[in-house]
């Protein structure tokens, strides 16, 4: 053996021999006990980042521990199309390199450019799986759009259809203007920003008299359809039933009495405008109030709003709050802090927007979400995500799952005006064939979640059943990040009873999520400049910062200059080093703060482990099969010998203690501390004099060789 430890050169020899021999291949006709994993499967969208270096090494060291074990380990590797995503990298790949955008393509031609991406991504992830040491079985490689899973989602659709689950219906759904597409309720995200609260008054019809209402919306005030009081409200029970003129528009609208309304809120009095506001629309669909949508699909104010026409909606509220203003119709206008929905993906603000939607109703999985974990059928770990499930789970609305772009799983409806086909198989449906003219086939396609959350039976080839998903539905574990606990875990819990009448795993371990260190400096401006290059890894890697130079852990972003590559690192430390410092900030805590001198250790203890196997090796040269098969004879053990036994039966079942319960973060420290302070420096120093012939039998001798080898392996 060298006497150097060389990450490269043995990551490239062992990886190859381990795929090639097949030791990652699982049988369904196996006798041997069954334990699966289904991968959280990447986005084709690019690479691969910290966070699935994180849950792959996490899996990976389930699947091997179980796999030696005695169990037929099937870890099934894969990739999500992931529709939103993916369509915005290639579109803006598209205008960088040729100045087009999707709607300067034809629907099919746009595709082929997202297939090919895809293609090339994929590869490019795979290669990157492997790199991270995955043992993955290489062979059952499912991606979400495929033959075999774009069956599945076509079957799981059709059924819901039939049954009635699956609905279209006009609904007010969150808008992303930027990608043009409605998102679902949990694809929103929340930030604090400031505006304006400003405080209308409308002129009450026939009377002098004015009723206030209080917006930090002014320029929805143009589809207002009401003004609602609460009932019990005796200010305003003398109103009810009366009308007010909308200041601009010129338009009557009601007083309506309503018990969503809060008397205790500003004025007690609020606008109602039901097609841009959730609440309002709960309220017009009680009181059959019309819906006056302002917003074109590209978030400017339309035809409805007259001189507004045009103009962006954030531009059309400091017009409309002017407008107001030259009519008297403003009281005032403070500062406000509140929150705002921005999509996940574009950053762009979310717009309640009426549209013409695909839902699938929610309420009958209610009470088997609940059951599924409060029976314990699926135990969440840690215990403490029960509370933030239950939370999502009792507030579930009906999920919107058509998406209103090109890539994706188009949704498998046909039309012929009011009439709709449904047709689940291949092709297109025997009514189509008949008369290609007659049915035309829905634009839309599927939310990227419908399909994942098919994932652990689709992997396995379902609905067709086979002696892999016999064997290896359901699961045995589920590994995942707290920030899609509900995006993917609950769906699938949803999904899998649905569909088969189980869970498809008993077991979820939720791990937090990486941070990485952002460093900055304030510039004369009073703007944040951020610390990236040499500069920002001398600090990472302990150089003290000047006082000028800030810093905060935070969620790693490429803007922030926080990321850290999986492949640098690889690169760098080795895969070895990586993942055993990953398990080791791998704890039970929501937030993991990745410092990189983690991997500057392991590397250390990779090239203490290399060197003491050295040792080892070296000493074992002259050991025989047979001396090695005898096994260890009690009556020559001396004292540091049964000692080390001791520790290491110890260390073996404090193992395993550990990767029952997913404590990662201790299986990492104990195979440190036992490997170095146990191993390293007491005992492989106690047996030198007698390997080396100072002291002892030859009896001594080969009982230490045997538990050097005992321990080692």
């Not at 490689?141 to 819901?160: G, I, N, P, Q, Y």
């Not at 501390?673 to 009896?699: H, N």
């Amino acid at each position: 053996m060298s006497s150097q430890y060389s990450p490269s050169e043995i990551e490239a020899r062992w990886y190859p021999f381990w795929e090639e021999g097949g030791f990652f291949k699982a049988r369904a006709n196996s006798p041997k006990p069954a334990y699966c994993i289904p991968i959280p499967p990447p986005n084709v969208t690019g690479v691969l980042h910290m966070g699935h270096a994180l849950v792959d090494t996490l899996q990976d060291v389930l699947i091997r521990y179980q796999r030696m074990a005695g169990f037929e380990a099937l870890w099934v590797p894969g990739t999500d199309h992931a529709g939103i995503a993916t369509q915005t990298v290639v579109e803006r790949d598209q205008i960088a390199r040729t100045g087009k955008r999707r709607s300067d393509f034809e629907r099919e031609e746009f595709l082929e450019l997202v297939w090919e991406w895809k293609e090339k991504s994929q590869e490019h992830i795979l290669r990157q799986l492997r790199r991270l040491g995955c043992s993955c079985d290489w062979d059952r490689l499912a991606f979400t759009m495929d033959e075999t899973r774009s069956r599945a989602v076509k079957t799981l659709f059709k059924k819901m259809f039939d049954e009635g689950l699956i609905y279209r219906g006009d609904y007010l759904v969150n808008w992303d203007p930027v990608t043009q597409t409605a998102l679902a309720d949990d694809e929103v995200e929340y930030e604090e920003r400031e505006t304006r609260l400003c405080t209308l008054r409308y002129p009450i019809e026939g009377t002098d008299g004015f009723i206030e209402v209080a917006t930090t919306r002014a320029e929805t005030m143009l589809g207002d359809t009401a003004v609602a009081v609460n009932p019990k409200d005796e200010r305003y029970s003398a109103l009810v039933g009366k009308m007010v003129r909308l200041p601009i528009v010129d338009r009557l609208i009601p007083i309506i009495a309503d018990n969503y309304v809060d008397p205790e809120f500003g004025s007690g009095a609020v606008k109602i405008t039901p097609a841009h506001d959730p609440n309002d629309y709960e309220i017009g669909l009680r009181h059959d109030l019309p819906m006056i949508n302002l917003m074109t699909p590209d978030g400017k104010m339309n035809e409805n709003t007259g001189e507004f026409a045009g103009l962006t909606m954030e531009e059309g509220r400091l017009a409309v709050l002017q407008k107001l203003k030259s009519l008297d119709a403003v009281v005032q206008a403070i500062p406000y802090n509140h929150r705002v929905g921005v999509s996940y993906r574009s950053k762009a603000v979310i717009e309640p927007y009426l549209s013409k939607q695909w839902f699938v109703k929610m309420s009958q999985f209610k009470e088997p979400l609940i059951e599924a974990v409060k029976l314990g059928k699926v135990k969440i770990i840690p215990k403490d995500w029960e509370n933030t499930y239950f939370h999502w789970i009792e507030n579930l609305r009906d999920w919107c799952i058509s998406r209103q772009l090109w890539w994706g799983h188009r949704i498998p409806i046909w039309y012929r005006g009011e009439e709709m086909v449904c047709f689940d198989g291949e092709g297109v449906p025997p009514e189509v064939e008949k008369d290609p003219s007659g049915l035309v086939q829905d634009e839309d396609v599927l939310d990227t979640w419908f399909s994942s959350a098919l994932c652990p039976m689709s992997i396995h080839g379902w609905p067709e059943k086979s002696a892999v998903l016999g064997k290896f539905y359901p699961a045995s574990v589920l590994i995942t990040g707290h920030d899609i606990l509900f995006f993917w875990v609950a769906r699938m819990i949803m999904m899998g009873e649905y569909t088969t009448k189980e869970v498809p795993f008993p077991e979820t371990f939720i791990h937090g999520l990486i941070y990485g260190k952002s460093y900055w400096r304030y510039g004369e401006d009073g703007n944040i400049a951020f610390v990236t290059g040499k500069e920002r890894l001398d600090y990472d890697l302990g150089k003290t910062p000047p006082p000028e130079v800030h810093s905060k852990w935070e969620k790693m972003s490429k803007s922030k200059g926080n990321v850290i590559d999986p492949i640098e690192i690889i690169d760098t430390y080795g895969t070895d080093a990586m993942r055993l410092a990953l398990t080791s900030v791998a704890t039970h805590a929501r937030q993991i703060d990745l410092d990189r001198r983690r991997f500057e250790e392991y590397k250390n203890f990779i090239n203490k482990l290399w060197n003491g196997a050295r040792f080892v090796l070296m000493n074992l040269e002259d050991l025989s099969k047979e001396e090695l098969a005898s096994g260890i004879n009690p009556a020559h053990l001396k004292l540091e010998d049964k000692w080390m036994l001791s520790r290491l039966n110890s260390a073996i079942k404090e193992m395993h203690t550990h990767l029952e319960a997913y404590a990662f973060d201790k299986t990492a420290h104990l195979a440190y501390t036992f490997f170095w302070d146990v191993f390293c420096a007491y005992y492989v120093e106690l047996v030198k004099p007698t390997l080396f012939g100072k002291v002892g039998t030859d009896s001594d001798r080969l009982v230490k060789k045997q538990i050097l080898f005992v321990v080692l392996t």
